[in-house]
């Protein structure tokens, strides 16, 4: 059973940068997307950021001009690189590949804490 595993997860002061990593443990066919999702403490998971398998990309209005989304569906591989990092973007952080037969590889989640 392919396993989708974050990586990159830690603890930041304000304004510090994180870069969180996916990888498939073996390669998923037939990707439409892959992306970034987070989940803070008692709230519900939302999206952060968005892949196709084109290359385009697409951004929560939060994370426009901070986070930069990256990835390689040949590769099974998606990235994000999180900048000027807020205490409210602490949450647990959690990536998805879909595929085009609508199959959901979710991660387990790796946690991003930005406190000073």
């Known amino acids: 059973q392919v396993q989708v595993v974050e990586s990159g997860g830690g603890s930041v002061q304000p304004g510090g940068s994180l870069r969180l990593s996916c990888v498939a443990s073996e390669r998923i066919f037939n990707i439409q997307s892959m992306g970034w999702h987070r989940q803070a403490l008692g709230k519900q998971r939302e999206r952060v950021a968005g892949i196709s398998d084109v290359g385009i990309t697409n951004y929560q209005d939060f994370a426009k001009g901070r986070f930069t989304i990256s990835g390689d569906s040949t590769k099974s591989t998606v990235d994000l690189q999180m900048n000027n990092l807020k205490p409210e973007d602490t949450a647990v952080y959690y990536c998805?590949?879909?595929?085009?037969?609508?199959?959901?590889?979710w991660g387990q989640g790796t946690q991003v804490t930005v406190s000073s």
């Open positions: 998805l590949i879909v595929t085009t037969e609508g199959k959901n590889y």
